[in-house]
């Protein structure tokens, strides 16, 4: 374990205690024991200790999110699922990495297949008890065609592409055993399921991939099942409206020549996150955001619907339009009411944290020298990759 301080012998034994009393505290709310100490006796317990309210704050939700997690996951394996072996077909990409890393901590043998390893299909592809297809879309379904003639027909085979029917047709198509569409609704950086959506599309024999659906949920995963069709035509609005909007703003600002980082310190919270965004797509590879924008029929006629939805708001800014402009958001007030309930809450929690964050990036040695992204090294995966 890694402790931070200045002051080793002071700081680690306060870090130390705070973990035992931190998995207390995690382990009772599991536990569904929720008395909580009156809110004028805490905040006077607050202000005598020093603690500003934030701190509070963001540790008991941190505390509530880590008690959604199944303890012991690695020990529950033995009395729930057989350990398997698991191939991911092109599993080199962040989130080919990301799926290794989950199932190799939950038990599973885990091989990774690079785009040379075809001379050693039979083995990796003829002993899995689970395929995963984790390439590009352009090249998903002549990958399927050619890995299927190896699967044995008790093989479970699936994918976490971003477009889902062809995918899934090309599955049912050329294998004989199950199948089921996965899309997991997030991207590089994430380091665990935790709260984050995993679109389940339904193909043939769903009951053998229980064991991973399992393993998403016990990790804090939640799983949204929907049928292909549905899914693609969701994923326009989804995914290629926020990259082309996100796409948009990048171009625009680097087109008008703004010095972004200038901006930022006369930013609001919301423009900051604004550019946040569009500073971690630019940091990709441009092929997935540009596979995403212009993957399906659904996403390119989204796209030709909202940009002249935007040539007609502008068109009635710049004349000054002022009705026009009204009743064009009280059409969008009365679509979002819906979701205010929810999404505020959401929103004052972002931009309080990234409040908390830049004020925490300034104490040069907790952000230089002591946040660590695990508290264990990273487990060996069994890799044979081009």
């Not at 940009?307 to 969008?332: H, M, N, P």
């Not at 907790?366 to 069994?382: F, G, I, T, W, Y």
Request: with cysteine; glycine share 6%; hydrophobic share 40%.
């Amino acid at each position: 374990m890694v402790f931070c301080s200045k002051s080793p012998s002071k700081l680690e034994d306060i870090d130390r205690q705070l973990v035992k009393l931190l998995g207390e505290r995690i382990a009772a709310i599991a536990e569904e024991q929720s008395n909580h100490m009156n809110s004028a006796v805490l905040k006077t317990e607050l202000d005598h200790a020093g603690v500003p309210e934030f701190v509070w704050r963001n540790l008991l939700t941190s505390a509530a999110a880590a008690a959604t997690i199944t303890p012991s996951v690695t020990e529950d394996l033995g009395r729930t699922d057989w350990p398997q072996q698991v191939t991911l077909i092109g599993g080199t990409g962040k989130m080919g990495q990301f799926f290794a890393e989950q199932l190799t901590c939950a038990g599973h043998q885990v091989r990774i297949m690079g785009r040379d390893d075809w001379d050693d299909a039979e083995v990796l592809l003829g002993n899995a008890d689970l395929v995963m297809v984790c390439v590009p879309t352009q090249q998903a379904v002549s990958v399927i065609k050619k890995a299927a003639s190896y699967l044995r027909e008790t093989t479970a085979l699936t994918d976490i592409i971003s477009i889902k029917a062809p995918i899934v047709e090309a599955m049912l198509t050329y294998h004989s055993g199950p199948v089921m569409g996965l899309h997991p609704m997030f991207g590089p950086g994430i380091s665990s399921f935790l709260s984050q959506n995993v679109v389940v599309c339904p193909g043939r024999s769903e009951t053998a991939f229980d064991w991973l659906l399992r393993l998403i949920e016990r990790n804090g995963g939640k799983l949204r099942t929907s049928s292909a069709t549905e899914h693609d035509r969701m994923m326009g609005t989804v995914q290629g409206i926020r990259h082309f909007m996100t796409f948009g703003l990048g171009v625009f600002l680097a087109t008008e020549g703004v010095d972004v980082a200038r901006s930022l310190e006369l930013s609001s919270p919301l423009y900051r996150l604004a550019i946040a965004q569009a500073s971690r797509l630019f940091a990709q590879n441009d092929s997935l955001s540009l596979e995403i924008m212009m993957g399906s029929p659904e996403s390119r006629g989204i796209l030709q619907r909202l940009s002249t939805t935007y040539a007609q708001l502008a068109s009635a800014a710049s004349c000054c339009d002022r009705d026009s402009l009204k009743r064009a958001f009280e059409i969008a007030h009365q679509t979002f009411q819906t979701v205010v309930p929810q999404t505020l809450p959401e929103t004052d929690h972002i931009i309080e944290s990234l409040s908390v964050f830049l004020a925490a990036s300034t104490v040069e040695s907790l952000e230089a020298d002591c946040v660590q992204p695990s508290m264990q090294p990273p487990r060996k995966l069994n890799r044979i990759v081009s």
